[in-house]
């Protein structure tokens, strides 16, 4: 079986794939954080965000500190799962080719 | 036309592992800020050793101005270690104050607080000896529970610092000592092996 059948289409973007890696190691962040952590734009920000929620890998939760909105996101099961297998998918074609 | 061969591949997980990297962790820790505040520890220290030897000792009644003057070291010690962090943080383009840096906060500030309790209720039923021991076993408590969101090095410098704390309790008196030691020379020389092992490096690449 090809390894390469294994890469999730949608981990195809740098930024996704950022925002992933960010989610999968903290509880939530918010849509600061996840700037400065990915060299982006907040339009494509917001939109690669709004993918990933759209396919149910991450979950947002809209928030106040003040009367500032806070939105934090955070990653979902399903997310991790799909995350956790094409990361398994990169390591096998690493290996298989060497 | 295959766009996922070994190359990018590897480049995908090196990135992958650097935001995970950088998004949990606070690294902008500088070595100077153990450095400056170990210093100013020691400092202080010199300052309470000579009210001591001019005869004033401390006592039930006139512990006070030791107080006042280990609250200003901690003052002077967290506005350097600010100032060099928050240079360090510039210099490596990342943000001082993140998910990490807060996580760092709340995880170190739970054990001080209760040390900070500790020590009012040491003073406040002059049990003088026991402050010192308090405030090094909960600083490294502090240290060690803290060491998950920054430089895990820091969890050794914990270590040390509940070490000389507990032996403090054990030859109460040398209160002023073990607490020059641990906050003013276990500071200096982490700063130093810290400034070596990150700072140092960073400016040679």
């Not at chain 2, 400092?43 to 030897?53: D, E, K, P, Q, S």
Request: glycine share 10%; aromatic share 12%.
């Amino acid at each position: 079986m090809n390894p390469i059948e294994h890469l999730n289409k949608i981990f195809d973007s740098r930024i996704r794939i950022g925002i992933m890696s960010a989610l999968i190691v903290n509880e939530h962040l918010n849509f600061n954080d996840l700037k400065s952590l990915i060299d982006v734009t907040d339009g494509n920000l917001a939109t690669h965000l709004k993918t990933l929620e759209e396919n149910k890998y991450i979950k947002v939760q809209k928030g106040f500190i003040g009367r500032k909105t806070n939105t934090l996101y955070s990653i979902t099961e399903k997310g991790s799962k799909a995350f956790r297998a094409h990361l398994a998918a990169l390591e096998k074609i690493i290996k298989g080719l060497n | 036309m295959q766009t996922h061969d070994k190359q990018s591949s590897l480049e995908t997980l090196r990135e992958i592992h650097t935001i995970m990297d950088r998004s949990a962790r606070f690294i902008s820790l500088s070595g100077w800020s153990g450095v400056w505040a170990g210093a100013a520890a020691l400092a202080g220290a010199a300052v309470a050793y000579g009210w001591i030897t001019e005869g004033a000792g401390y006592t039930a009644t006139n512990y006070q101005p030791y107080v006042w003057l280990a609250l200003g070291v901690l003052a002077v010690a967290l506005v350097g270690g600010y100032f060099f962090t928050a240079r360090k943080a510039k210099a490596d383009g990342r943000p001082m104050w993140n998910n990490a840096t807060r996580q760092l906060v709340l995880q170190m500030a739970i054990p001080l607080a209760a040390g900070g309790l500790f020590s009012l209720v040491f003073l406040a039923k002059n049990d003088v000896e026991y402050v010192a021991p308090a405030c090094l076993v909960f600083y490294g408590l502090a240290l060690i529970n803290g060491s998950k969101y920054t430089l895990s090095d820091i969890k050794y410098l914990g270590v040390l610092q509940v070490f000389l704390g507990a032996t403090n309790l054990l030859m109460p008196g040398w209160g002023l000592y073990f607490w020059a030691t641990g906050f003013g020379g276990l500071h200096i020389l982490y700063g130093i092996f810290m400034w070596n092992k990150y700072d140092n490096r960073r400016t040679e690449e």
